[in-house]
């Protein structure tokens, strides 16, 4: 998987992609950086049959991203044509010589189980690719992609773009009740298999050390002394010299490294190069001088080898990358790709800094600038002083690795996504052992691996001050309580007027309706309700046409025709001016009553929106409750069995899926 950085090879790329061909090359968009993706049909372990199949499936989910119009797709193509592949080659093994089509239910969930236990492998001695069986199934989250890959070869076949499919649907939550069979056959925990692709979250009391002694480093004499390194370089414009700062063997440059006596720069002594005199009386003296002013006569030369130098910096440089998480909420993704003119802040107004982010998976590439505050000035001024050059208003990702001491003046090294998880992890490690002796708890009992992706679902204080939208929504959906509550009101009180908190909402809606309108691409929908419906029936055919600007446009006129927008467990009310009347929360007839509502009133309301990934847990919930109160007969009065039952219904129809717990 070739990176790509020209033009020309990206333009090559786009033209040589041929659906007919059973050699592809995809370009993909990975961390903001594009790359290749090469899928060769012919060494694939199925037919030429299935192979026919697997072309017409995966072209047409690529015509639907419109791909080759300018757009790369996300690095998900990868998965997406594995699993497909995948299911191809074990519904073959298990049933040769039939059509997806002809198969029953029971015989395509076998399939999708029996996925689970398999993988593709690449055989590089015979250059062909192997359907290999492991003891063992794979991870939720291999199931919940094979899913999706299900979901198209259904969807392709049914809406008749494609040669065969199957023509029943496949769902997760069945197949898991397979699998829970299996794990306890196999002395396997199922609460472990099914937790383990959930990226979890930074305890509170973890969250405060962490950020604390973040902060703590950002502000630590060794930071400072960092930074009057890379400054006294900077000023002296003579990179050429840093090379021997740190090589010479046996002189006078290292003595005064190792013993940091200023005698050993300053005592004539012959046989010095030319080199070595110019990098003791440019760059060596002044650093020195600038040391003792910031620290007295007392203090050490702090970095006696360049490898304490590197550490330094790499502490420095993960100190910060920990308050963006912090500060932004932002994944781990978009944070690492990172550059220097991706941050703006104002000169006398910090706390109005905006940042935009490189990566393309954010808002489907849609360049947006989103408000930062709280340190984000003091880590961003940090890392833009820990390189050699001035590197402010440029492309130089901020996240970075120094340069070779032979080539000082080549740019730093991107750090890339993988390894900086990895750097954080160990940043991580240490910072447990320098809080052993500061806090009573067992830290590494309590959390002991961290990921940047849990900086995502970090406390509130920093969630209020990071959101452009809805402050009291975001931190219900955060924590998962209902509206209202009085320690959110703690929170948002003193932050929000009236005026303000309309603009807030106004914008959160803002941001929520193209959320929708790009969630009909989308193989299985995340919004569901009669809101998501007028939004994709009415809104969607007005903007299919429309340029980037004229969307954004109708999409301002769009906003104005919603009256509020109202967030409960369940979902969202999107009270819409033609629909007010029929608000079925209306305790007049009249005038609706948002706040003043219940979830069986909300179902089947047309201003309602609700979304798998915020609100499906709550909605499982209701129906739960709601079986239980029936089938543990707690109902005397038929009314009230019969709102149970509406409600139990409603969910259902919500989220087809909750069937699995039983039809009422």
């Known amino acids: 998987m070739r990176k790509l950085t020209y033009e020309k090879d990206i333009q090559e ?7 007919e061909s059973d050699f592809w090359i995809i370009l993909y968009e990975g961390n903001g950086n594009l790359h290749q993706y090469k899928l060769d049909f012919s060494i694939q372990p199925i037919s030429q049959i299935m192979r026919i199949l697997a072309k017409q499936v995966l072209s047409e989910w690529l015509k639907d991203l419109n791909y080759g119009e300018g757009n790369p797709v996300k690095s998900g193509i990868i998965k997406m044509a594995t699993k497909t592949l995948l299911l191809l080659s074990v519904f073959e093994k298990l049933f040769p010589q039939k059509k997806l089509s002809e198969v029953d239910q029971t015989s395509l969930e076998i399939c999708v189980t029996t996925a689970m236990y398999h993988s593709l492998v690449q055989n590089p001695s015979e250059n062909n ?5 492991h003891p063992q199934p794979f991870r939720k989250g291999y199931l919940t992609t094979l899913i999706t890959a299900y ?5 392709y076949h049914q809406e008749g773009r494609c040669n065969d499919g199957p023509e029943r649907i496949v769902t997760q939550p069945v197949i898991t009740k397979y699998l829970k069979e299996d794990l306890a056959a196999l002395n396997f925990d199922f609460q472990d298999w099914k937790n383990s692709n959930s990226y979890g979250s930074i305890p509170f009391v973890v969250a405060n050390l962490l950020m604390a002694d973040a902060i703590e480093t950002l502000k630590s004499p060794r930071t400072k002394q960092l930074l009057l ?19 010479s063997n046996k002189n006078k440059i290292k003595k005064f490294r190792l013993t940091s006596n200023i005698d050993c720069l300053t005592r004539p002594f012959g046989g010095d190069s030319h080199e070595s005199v110019e990098c003791k009386s440019l760059i060596m003296i002044p650093l020195y001088n600038e040391l003792y002013r910031a620290f007295g006569p007392n203090y050490q030369f702090p970095w006696p080898k360049y490898n304490d130098l590197q550490n330094d910096h790499q502490r420095v440089m993960l100190a910060c990358y920990i308050i963006f998480l912090f500060v932004m909420g932002k994944r781990g993704g978009e944070v ?15 706390d109005s800094a905006t940042f935009t982010t490189p990566n393309f998976k954010t808002n489907d590439g849609i360049q947006s600038t989103q408000g930062v505050t709280d340190f984000i000035e003091d880590a961003f001024e940090t890392l833009v002083g820990l390189f050699y050059t001035d590197i402010r208003d440029t492309e130089t990702p901020l996240f970075s690795t120094l340069p070779f001491l032979k080539s000082t003046d080549k740019p730093n090294g991107k750090v890339s996504q993988g390894h900086l998880s990895k750097l954080l992890q160990d ?4 910072f447990i052992e320098r809080a052993a002796t500061q806090v009573e708890i067992e830290i590494r009992e309590i959390h002991p691996q961290i990921s940047p992706h849990q900086f995502r679902h970090s406390f509130a204080e920093f969630s209020l001050r990071r959101f452009d939208g809805n402050v009291e929504e975001l931190l ?3 924590f998962r309580h209902g509206l209202n509550l009085k320690w959110i009101k703690t929170y948002s009180a003193d932050k929000l007027d009236e005026t303000t908190n309309q603009r807030l909402n106004q914008d959160y809606i803002r941001e929520l309706v193209p959320r929708v309108l790009r969630d009909h691409s989308n193989l299985e929908s995340d919004f569901v309700g009669g809101m998501a419906v007028y939004i994709n029936t009415t809104i969607r055919p007005q903007t299919l046409h429309m340029t980037p600007s004229e969307f954004e446009k109708h999409l301002d006129r769009v906003v104005e025709d919603f009256v509020s927008i109202t967030p409960h467990e369940y979902g969202w009310c999107l009270l819409h001016k033609n629909f007010a009347t029929q608000a079925k929360c209306s305790l007049d007839g009249i005038t609706p009553s948002p706040r003043a509502t219940t979830s069986k009133k909300c179902n089947g309301c047309i201003n309602f929106l609700s979304s798998r990934r915020s609100h499906f847990s709550a909605q499982r919930q209701i129906a739960i409750t709601h079986i239980d109160f029936i089938e543990s007969k707690i109902w005397k009065l038929p009314e009230l069995k019969r709102a149970s039952t509406l409600a139990v219904r409603d969910a259902q129809k919500l989220f087809p899926e909750l069937r699995e717990l039983g039809e009422i």
């Open 13 to 19: 790329t786009y033209s040589s992609y041929d659906p």
């Open 129 to 133: 690719i192997t359907l290999k069986l």
């Open 151 to 155: 979901r198209l070869l259904y969807r």
């Open 229 to 247: 390194y890379f400054e006294t370089i900077r000023e002296t414009r003579r990179l050429d010299l840093v090379n021997k700062m740190w090589t």
């Open 336 to 350: 690492g790709p990172l550059r220097a003119c991706d941050i703006s802040i104002p000169q006398y107004r910090s």
């Open 427 to 430: 940043y991580y490690l240490e």
């Open 476 to 478: 219900r959906q955060v």
